[in-house]
């Protein structure tokens, strides 16, 4: 892994008091705090805004386009200020493509606490952005920029979509088959790199799972047997996967040993690289996950570690798995992996590990 551009600098995860989408406030205390919100006009337009806590809101332009809007920041998850930038800007992305939809242009959102950091080391963090919206061929069109105790960078990310191939969290079918297109474990991974615990084969891991844009999406949202659509980023594999359980009305079944999950990630969890964002996940929405006999403490750590970047989670028929799989094998996400099924209709949907 590299080290800050000036040696005499602190270390950019040093600077934060958490990182990346192990950041984000707790569930449950987000839920109370947009209460107020729900009392707001909703116009005709809006296809999707909070009610089932989807990734981007949608805004019908007409009856061929809508518009995804969508923001997401962090303070660093890494040291390395390119690094830092890249991964960011592949998360915000990623819930334009988590709608279906195709990103066209980007903000960026920056804070940076302009006497701690070099001039340098901002201009590499905005650097390692752009150079992922070249990736996705999108410009920066613009942004806003503060002084800020904690160095934060993020994007507004916009896309566009049919809205007859939008995607919601909320659609999945009993039958439909769940398939995960990224491994589990970047929270634990970015514990253990802020104790300097981290191999350096594990840091690149970590920045190839975190910088790898959710290019499927539109693909996905192309299939007719694909229902619903989300990603798994701050809340886990157990609170998106109640997200869209609690959206559908259905249980959601996963098996915890067909998770993918990052070379390395058990041992590291058994020294204790385990992030307070997956206890506050815990604490916000345990009471709707059911565990099996023997599932262990680490287990529950890894079902709701915070994934900076994380996979799409696809709800699809079971005659349109090859097509998914097939979508996600065409942009190199070769640890894409089905890990349950959706159950039949629930008045008080769960996720149900076994």
């Not at 996963?254 to 969890?269: C, Q």
């Given at each position: 892994m590299t080290a800050p551009l000036d040696a005499a600098e602190p270390r950019l995860t040093s600077l934060a008091h958490g990182g990346g989408c192990g950041c984000k406030i707790a569930p449950g205390v987000l839920s109370g705090l947009l209460r107020g919100s729900a009392a707001l006009p909703v116009p005709p337009e809006l296809l999707v805004g909070i009610e089932t806590s989807d990734d981007a809101a949608v805004y019908r332009l007409n009856e061929r386009q809508a518009l995804v809007a969508t923001t997401d920041f962090f303070m660093p998850v890494v040291d390395d200020p390119y690094d830092f930038g890249r991964i960011a800007a592949t998360n915000a992305i990623s819930d334009v493509y988590a709608m279906g939809a195709t990103p066209v242009l980007a903000l960026a959102v920056v804070g940076m606490p302009i006497n701690a950091i070099s001039h340098d080391t901002i201009a590499r963090i905005l650097d390692g952005g752009a150079s992922i919206c070249r990736e996705a061929g999108i410009p920066i069109a613009g942004g806003h920029t503060i002084d800020s105790v904690e160095p934060i960078y993020g994007l507004v990310a916009l896309g566009l979509v049919d809205p007859a191939r939008l995607k919601r969290n909320a659609d999945a079918r009993p039958g439909d088959l769940l398939v995960l297109g990224k491994p589990l474990g970047v929270g634990v991974m970015s514990a253990a790199l802020k104790k300097g615990a981290l191999s350096p084969e594990g840091y690149t891991r970590m920045i190839d799972v975190t910088t790898r844009l959710n290019r499927p999406g539109p693909d996905l949202a192309a299939i007719d047997g694909v229902?619903?659509?989300?990603?798994?980023?701050?809340?886990?594999?157990?609170?998106?996967?109640l997200e869209m359980a609690r959206g559908s009305g259905c249980d959601l079944m996963?098996?915890?040993?067909?998770?993918?999950?990052?070379?390395?990630?058990?041992?590291?969890?058994a020294d204790g690289h385990v992030t307070g964002a997956s206890a506050r996940n815990w604490a916000s929405y345990g009471d709707g996950i059911a565990l099996p006999q023997g599932f262990t403490d680490a287990d529950?750590?890894?079902?709701?570690?915070?994934?900076?970047?994380?996979g799409l989670l696809v709800a699809c028929a079971p005659d349109a798995l090859a097509q998914v799989q097939a979508a996600f094998a065409a942009h190199g996400f070769d640890r894409a992996a089905v890990i349950g099924e959706v159950?039949?209709?629930?008045?008080?949907?769960?996720?149900?590990l076994r």
């Open positions: 229902h619903a659509l989300t990603d798994v980023t701050g809340f886990g594999l157990g609170g998106h996967a996963i098996d915890w040993r067909a998770v993918p999950r990052l070379d390395g990630i058990e041992g590291l969890i529950r750590a890894l079902l709701t570690d915070p994934q900076t970047s994380g159950a039949g209709n629930a008045t008080a949907p769960r996720v149900l």
